[in-house]
């Protein structure tokens, strides 16, 4: 999970009131709310590739996923931790 930047700046002062970690993150008037957990079609479809890619993935444990009940659903931060770890690794590559 991304811990730096400029919310969680905000969020670790003390001097910001409670009225206003409350609303930090409520999203602007007519925004939808972002979903903290995803189905693995949606991630797939957020990565741009296949449900099978998706689920391979899961498998072979590059991308966390949960079980709530029989659905299987992907953390919205797992799967931006994945997007860093590519990014990081391309990086080394270059």
Do not use: K
């Not at 002062?13 to 949606?42: C, F, I």
């Not at 444990?61 to 299987?72: A, D, N």
């Amino acid at each position: 999970m991304i811990t730096d930047g400029p919310i969680w700046a905000l969020w670790n002062e003390p001097e910001v009131s409670h009225e206003a970690r409350r609303t930090m993150n409520e999203p602007a008037a007519g925004q939808p709310l972002a979903p903290l957990l995803l189905s693995v079609e949606q991630a797939a479809e957020m990565l741009g590739i296949a449900r099978t890619s998706m689920y391979r993935l899961i498998g072979t444990g590059e991308v966390e996923s949960v079980q709530v009940g029989r659905l299987r659903r992907i953390p919205m931060a797992c799967l931006e931790e994945f997007i860093e770890r590519l990014r990081a690794s391309t990086h080394r590559d270059t």
